[in-house]
């Protein structure tokens, strides 16, 4: 069996970000095939010590996918600051003996290095064009984590778990290996946080990532990590803000002294992404938004609204609110060239890890999240349909049905893209409908 199919079957997605499924990205060939563990956002604690730990697993998943698509460069990008696992890789890379083949190049500790695009142009000098994929490019990027789970899908294991770090205001920031499924509440007690209504919950990294409105929902595939800060913290306080008070706000607040254009990572591509114009135009009641389009190159990285903007609105937020509506009237941005060059000044404003953190409010925080050998084991798992982008997957088990870890329990609709979906703990299906998947240990009752 090919390699694609045995991802396929595997049910593996980007682990963070969007959650692509990896067998779409293993179709096309590819002159590059980058590992992205640049781990930017600040705290989260999973990619550099999976790397640490599992070196060579990681590394064989990543050269059987650049094999896949015919790379002939395999590039690990990692940040200059983990000299000890640069080491560790480097190591194995020799013992595996494939140092004409993959290489390990370290990084600037700079936000958002694990941008695609970002993460592209420094291995290759490469751009991406606008709303472009790093194939446009001969590129294909992956993540350690996704590395690893196709190392253990060519060893016969789908992907039943995902790593994530608990890191915040709390006294032991800690990584854990979890089920898929298993209750965001439930990891917090494993924490050791006795007091989790006094906080709000970041889902995934300070800088992307939401405030969730309720913690009562359940892991998926693609979760990286949850940052518990108390709810009256600087960054809390930024992120609640509802996008209608963002765009008053913005409407009287903007100087128009553009740092959040001169800071944006994609308009330092040479991309045409400009906050300040967005801005600009909010002022105005303006009924033809098809101006407006080109809200739609913003990765939503937030540099402009939690870093540059000197009076704390809101680029970002009116980025969103314009993407809608081109959305809702079908407008979509038609690149003007084809062809990028980065600003001459990029060098100089790219923005240092530490020099965010303090902006953050979140420098008594960045510290070690050690993973837990200890593994979490969960009585009663709520499997996601929709963990990935496309298509829900489709059950094909019913309450009342014994399944067994790794079991297969769900499909791809046919001629969909999607992800297979598996059982992540022995049990008995308890509730099936087209959301999820519910199993527990024990008894069906
Ligand atoms: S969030 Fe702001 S800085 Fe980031 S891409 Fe969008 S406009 Fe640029
Ligand atoms: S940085 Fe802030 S004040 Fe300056 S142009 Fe951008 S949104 Fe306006």
Do not use: W
Request: proline share 6%; charged share 25%; with cysteine.
């Amino acid at each position: 069996m090919d390699l694609q199919q045995i991802v396929k079957d595997a049910g593996i997605v980007g682990a963070g970000g969007a959650g692509f499924p990896t067998h779409a990205k293993l179709t096309e060939k590819a002159e590059y095939i980058l590992l992205n563990a640049a781990e930017c956002e600040p705290l989260l604690r999973v990619d550099q010590q999976l790397m640490e730990i599992y070196p060579k697993e990681i590394i064989l998943g990543f050269e059987a996918a650049g094999k896949q698509v015919g790379a002939s460069q395999a590039i690990i990008g990692i940040k200059n600051k983990h000299k000890k696992v640069i080491k560790i890789l480097n190591e194995a890379i020799e013992a595996l003996n494939l140092t004409e083949y993959v290489k390990v190049t370290p990084l600037e500790d700079v936000y958002p290095a694990g941008d695609e695009h970002v993460l592209v142009y420094e291995f290759t000098k490469k751009i991406v064009p606008e709303l472009g994929i790093p194939l446009r490019v001969g590129c294909v990027v992956i993540n350690s984590e996704t590395a690893l789970n196709i190392y253990n899908a060519i060893n016969q294991l789908p992907v039943t778990d995902t790593y994530l770090t608990i890191a915040g205001d709390i006294e032991n920031p800690v990584t854990l290996k979890v089920p898929v499924g298993t209750p965001i509440r439930a990891l917090f007690e494993k924490a050791g946080i006795k007091d989790i209504d006094s906080y709000a919950v970041i889902d995934g990294g300070p800088m992307m990532g939401p405030v969730m409105e309720n913690i009562d929902g359940f892991v998926n595939k693609k979760s990286k990590g949850y940052i518990l800060l108390k709810k009256d913290h600087f960054l809390i306080k930024r992120k609640t803000v509802s996008l209608e008070r963002a765009s008053v706000v913005s409407r009287t607040a903007c100087e128009q002294c553009r740092m959040c254009t001169d800071l944006c990572p994609r308009y330092l591509l040479g991309h045409n992404m400009q906050p300040h114009k967005m801005m600009r135009t909010l002022g105005y009641q303006l009924k033809d938004i098809s101006e407006q389009d080109i809200s739609q190159l913003c990765c939503e990285c937030n540099v402009c609204e939690l870093f540059a903007c000197p009076v704390n609105i809101h680029p970002r937020a009116v980025n969103v609110i314009y993407k809608k509506k081109l959305q809702e009237q079908g407008i979509r941005y038609e690149p003007i060239k084809t062809e990028f060059t980065p600003r001459v000044a990029r060098d100089f404003r790219l923005i240092p890890t530490k020099r965010l953190i303090f902006k953050l409010g979140l420098h008594d925080y960045d510290r070690p999240a050690p993973l837990d050998f200890d593994e979490y084991k969960s009585s009663y798992v709520e499997i996601p349909m929709s963990q990935h982008i496309g298509r829900p997957s489709q059950p094909i088990v019913s309450a009342g049905e014994q399944v067994k870890k790794g079991q297969l329990i769900a499909v791809i609709p046919e001629n969909s893209l999607g992800a297979a979906i598996h059982a992540s703990i022995d049990g008995v299906v308890v509730k099936v409908d087209e959301k999820s998947i519910a199993i527990k240990v024990g008894d069906y009752e």
